[in-house]
């Protein structure tokens, strides 16, 4: 019986399964550069097609071949999916890698120079003067800005009436005032310097400088010059501040300064202590938007903070989400239900206790919390879903 349908079968003409206006021709087309991967499911088919007619007839082969053709195209579009994703990733990282760079190669050339001279300029000032006050709370106020306004014009008047030479032979006092971590000074060209000096847990790091001028001492300040960073809004902050309260506009400016050196800060020490620990970690300029990607034995662990604005140390909008990872060793992990874990949950974590920590600590001390209690915070949420 057998003998006499395979003999029919050969005597069948044959039929070409592509025709020029075929759907399955241009099906087959869709796969420029994998023949010898269709080939091979072709003959996969075939075999699967000549066992089960043997056992349960075509339309179980049938059946069977496709449901194998169907998984096997879905774990390869997914495994297509996780390479465009990788080199969407490398590329990104190349473009902030460069963008980086320039950002560096700017400040080097044009604000370095800007800044070693008004360091200068403020070395000497403060080398000549007769008296260094240092100021607290109400003590510095509108009143004392106004002194030194008054001052600055003054001694630019008296230069410009009596000349060099009479100013040093009846030398005038030149005071320096210190507020905080501000040096406010008088300088050449009836201009008022500001020192603004930044520091993190103690230790001082850069210097930044703001120079304000007036033509007169009714006429409105104006920033002349300055040294801080060009992704910070000092323009915006003197057209809203300085014409209407200079002292608030020259406070804001020092906290505007501190701040972004403190978020600064809190990164750097985090890729210095667990560089190893993070696979990627993207910020802002200012560093008000920070995302890391922690990588975890048996999670992924993604961190986004968002800073309510730029003077704030401490992030307002967090999220911390723990991804689970399904390799063959996590798996194996995940399984063991003495941990009460299961390897069936595809939905990320919310780790609550971790945003938690980033909301009232620094960025590194958050960070040890997160790592030490990871394992256990991972266990108690996959029992509560095991059991839920």
Same mark, same amino acid.
């Given at each position: 019986m057998e003998s006499d349908v395979e003999e029919s079968l050969r005597k069948r003409p044959r039929k070409y399964p592509f025709s020029a206006d075929s759907s399955s021709r241009k099906q087959f087309e869709q796969y420029p550069g994998r023949p010898f991967a269709i080939i091979g499911e072709v003959v996969k088919i075939l075999t699967l097609m000549r066992l089960s007619h043997q056992q349960k007839g075509n339309e179980c082969a049938l059946l069977l071949a496709l449901f194998w053709l169907t998984q096997h195209n879905?774990?390869?579009?997914?495994?297509?999916?996780d390479n465009r994703l990788e080199i969407t990733r490398t590329r990104f990282g190349s473009l902030l890698k460069r963008h980086g760079d320039l950002t560096e190669r700017l400040a080097r050339d044009s604000d370095k120079i800007i800044f070693e001279r008004l360091q200068k300029e403020f070395e000497a000032a403060r080398a000549s003067q007769?008296?260094?006050i240092c100021l607290d709370g109400d003590a510095w106020n509108d009143?004392?800005?106004?002194?030194?306004?008054?001052?600055?014009?003054?001694?630019?008047?008296?230069?410009?009436?009596?000349?060099?030479a009479d100013i040093l032979s009846c030398?005038?006092?030149?005071?320096?005032?210190?507020?905080?971590?501000?040096?406010?000074c008088c300088l050449e060209g009836a201009r008022i310097g500001v020192q603004y000096e930044t520091s993190y847990a103690g230790e001082p790091c850069e210097f930044y400088h703001c120079v304000l001028e007036s033509k007169s001492f009714l006429e409105k300040m104006t920033v002349l010059e300055h040294t801080v960073p060009?992704?910070?809004?000092?323009r915006e902050i003197e057209n809203d501040l300085l014409s209407s309260n200079a002292m608030k506009f020259i406070d804001h400016v020092g906290d505007l300064l501190q701040a972004f050196v403190d978020r600064r800060e809190q990164v750097r020490l985090i890729k210095e202590l667990y560089g190893?620990?993070?696979?990627?970690l993207y910020h802002s300029l200012p560093y008000h938007m920070i995302e890391l990607v922690l990588d975890d034995s048996d999670c992924k662990v993604t961190v986004s903070l968002r800073y309510a604005d730029? /003077? %704030? !140390? #401490?992030?307002?909008? /967090? %999220? !911390? #989400?723990?991804?689970?990872?399904?390799?063959?060793?996590?798996?194996a992990t995940l399984n063991r239900k003495e941990d009460g874990l299961s390897g069936s949950h595809s939905t990320p974590i919310r780790l609550t206790y971790a945003e938690d920590a980033l909301r009232t600590m620094s960025l590194p001390e958050a960070y040890a919390e997160i790592v030490l209690n990871l394992p256990q915070a991972l266990q108690q949420t996959y029992h509560q879903k095991a059991t839920a």
């Open positions: 879905a774990r390869n579009f997914m495994q297509d999916d007769t008296e260094e009143g004392l800005l106004a002194t030194i306004r008054e001052r600055v014009h003054m001694e630019s008047d008296r230069k410009a009436m009596h000349g060099d030398p005038h006092e030149k005071i320096t005032y210190k507020i905080g971590n501000k040096v406010i060009f992704f910070l809004p000092i190893n620990q993070i696979r990627e730029l /003077i %704030s !140390v #401490l992030p307002t909008r /967090i %999220s !911390v #989400l723990a991804w689970p990872m399904f390799n063959k060793n996590t798996t």
